[in-house]
Nanobody
Framework: QVRLVESGGGLVQAGGSLRLSCAASGRSFSSYGMGWFRQAPGKERDVVAT????????YYIDSVKGRFTISRDNANHTLYLEMTSLKPEDTAIYYC?????????????????WGQGTQVTVSS
């Protein structure tokens, strides 16, 4: 069992930055691939970035490449998403999730543990 708690969301102007954190309980955090997903109003929950259990392998959707960085600290059971050059279209609820596969897959249905989400709002 892994419990995930996101933090770091908020309201920021376009071009600004935010750093999301996802604190995981339990000793098995380093056994899971991890991902960040987001859900905008009226839309499905979509992948943003994923990371393998060692952190050596990452994936980003095209719209955030070069702006977002996913990372993890296995010793402190924490997942991060550094977001820069934020755009209004990045506005959404952001969720972290744990994947029993070690490399961090891209489909939400593959993830078995989810946080409660943190709101990110980017004003123009």
């Amino acid at each position: 069992q892994v419990r995930l708690v996101e933090s770091g969301g908020g309201l920021v102007q376009a071009g600004g930055s935010l750093r999301l954190s996802c604190a995981a309980s339990g000793r098995s955090f380093s056994s899971y691939g991890m991902g960040w997903f987001r859900q905008a109003p009226g839309k499905e929950r979509d992948v943003v970035a994923t990371i393998s259990l060692s952190g050596s392998r990452t994936y980003y959707i095209d719209s955030v490449k070069g702006r977002f960085t996913i990372s993890r600290d296995n010793a402190n059971h924490t997942l991060y998403l550094e977001m820069t050059s934020l755009k209004p279209e990045d506005t959404a609820i952001y969720y972290c999730a744990a994947d029993p596969a070690t490399w961090g897959r891209r489909r939400a249905n593959d993830y078995i543990y989810w946080g409660q989400g943190t709101q990110v709002t980017v004003s123009s």
